[in-house]
């Protein structure tokens, strides 16, 4: 009770010390917000924001209702059955004309084309010829100007641009799309790549991951049992590549693979083949450039956890009987697990994302949604599939993540 008294009985001063502690503990913690508030900051803007907006603009998509509004508005009341009434086709003369003398019936054109190949330029024609017609009926006109007019699946997907939200992106990004009626149906075979391309990436990035994982424990292991002098050394061969970008590195892998490159000239020089070998431009050079670029990802976690085992385990094992193999078995290879985990984690989730080697030294059937995304964002500008293949992407790198998480435990990670 005294304890409790003196703390909270006033001081001198007149304010009770556990107020006084209390003070102090809050601007311990602002100065502590304050210090981690430039991070915060930076996460935000480079990080949270990029990826929210990514996001958002795989699923939104305003362009048909902000630029059409009428028509939009008019096909509220339409069944989707036959064609639409008079008074529809005359609300989409009048967006045409106005879209014609604001001269955005080039962006609508570029949205509808995004569904309906082909269809821009009769958006753009449309446009231009329906500032003629001074009175209606606008249906027998609109659609005397363009076939388009009376095709159903242009007025189901104009039904559709009611609502900024859009679900094309992501469907044709898994290779379905709408159709007539805007049910959804599987992408025709002839122009359903993405599917291929997301199981190339994900085979590329497990093959690169096994590879770096065979050639990382072994060197990983010599490094951990040499003396120092010698495991310093090459260890500073293993960082080496660090000190060069990505684009130098693959650049150097160009010049060793090519026909007539190094190692062709070499082993014809030894007589070991009689023609250059295909090393550059398919899957072999794409995982070998790869491999080499990603291997110090997976070799320093695993380094960093053989360098804590104790080699006293090994002599313990052996000493009880256990033969070479099966202490090392046994006894070391499950205390390196954490990082195995951790550095074949980092490497598979740094792969998916591969854009310059495979750009490079890869061919037209390696390329991986990387390539995809710069082609729509640089190329096409259609950021709704850039969008939408980054989010299925990132969508597919958690939940595996989820599932390492569920049957490793990201406790167990180890990253040195």
Not at 38 to 67: C, E, H, K, Q, W
Not at 273 to 294: C, D, K, W, Y
């Amino acid at each position: 009770m005294a304890t409790m008294a003196a703390q909270i009985a006033p001081r001198p001063d007149g304010i009770p010390l556990r107020i006084k502690l209390q003070r102090v503990e809050r601007r311990r913690k602002l100065r502590a917000f304050t210090l981690v508030l430039p991070l915060l900051l930076l996460i935000l803007i480079a990080f949270v924001f990029p990826i929210g907006r990514m996001m958002f603009n795989a699923v939104y998509d305003d362009r048909l209702s902000t630029l059409m509004p009428r028509t939009t508005t008019a096909l509220s009341s339409w069944d989707g059955k036959n064609l639409p009434d008079e008074s529809v086709y005359a609300a989409l003369a009048k967006d045409l004309e106005q879209a014609w003398a604001r001269k955005t019936a080039g962006v609508i054109g570029t949205r509808i084309n995004y569904e309906l190949p082909g269809a821009g330029g009769q958006i753009a024609s449309s446009a231009r010829k329906v500032s003629a017609l001074s009175t209606g009926p606008y249906k027998a006109a609109l659609i005397e100007i363009s076939p388009l007019w009376g095709r159903h699946d242009v007025w189901s997907l104009l039904k559709r641009g009611q609502s900024a939200y859009t679900a094309y992106y992501l469907l044709r990004s898994i290779d379905y799309q709408y159709g007539p009626d805007s049910q959804i149906v599987a992408t025709p075979s002839e122009t359903a790549i993405f599917r291929d391309v997301f199981l190339r990436t994900l085979g590329i990035s497990i093959g690169v991951t096994a590879a770096t994982l065979l050639l990382g424990f072994s060197l990983a292991y010599l490094l951990a049992t040499l003396p120092p002098k010698t495991s310093n050394l090459l260890m500073i061969m293993v960082v080496l590549p660090f000190w060069t970008s990505v684009l130098v590195r693959t650049a150097a892998w160009v010049v060793l693979l090519q026909e007539h490159g190094i190692i062709n000239n070499v082993l014809m020089a030894l007589h070991i083949i009689s023609s250059p070998m295909e090393l550059i431009f398919n899957r072999t050079g794409t995982v070998v450039a790869m491999t080499h670029i990603q291997l110090p990802f997976t070799l320093l976690p695993i380094y960093s956890v053989m360098k804590t085992i104790s080699p006293n385990y090994v002599r313990a094992a052996r000493s009880l009987g256990a033969g070479p193999f099966y202490a090392f078995w046994k006894v070391y290879f499950p205390q390196t697990l954490p990082g195995i985990a951790a550095g074949c984690l980092l490497t598979f989730i740094l792969c998916l994302g591969y854009y310059i080697t495979p750009a490079l030294v890869g061919g037209s059937t390696d390329q991986m949604v990387s390539y995809f995304v710069a082609h729509y964002t640089n190329e096409d500008l259609n950021w709704g599939m850039a969008s939408a293949l980054g989010a299925i992407l990132l969508t597919a790198t958690l939940l595996l993540y989820y599932v390492y998480n569920k049957l490793v435990g990201v406790d167990r990670l180890k990253m040195g």
